[in-house]
């Protein structure tokens, strides 16, 4: 598995807060780089993987526990 580069806890924020963190957070990492970020927006599932497709980043993992989603992301 990647190693984590950053995390970002954009929990009880709403569309578009989580993606709009995520990407300045990316913007700050070396292409190869993961960030992992957790999220409460259910809606963030399908926007993540919508703006990893636009961006050309790698979307790694996607996952849900719970109430909770989690996603990796690696830079490129």
Known sequence: MSTTAQELDARGLNCPLPILRAKKVLNGLQ???VL???????????????FCK???????????????????IRKN
């Open 31 to 33: 292409n190869g780089q």
């Open 36 to 50: 992992r970020i957790r999220a409460t927006d259910p809606g963030s599932v399908k926007d993540f993987d919508a």
């Open 54 to 72: 636009a961006t050309g980043n790698e979307l790694v993992s996607s996952e849900q526990n719970s109430d909770e989603y989690v996603f990796q």
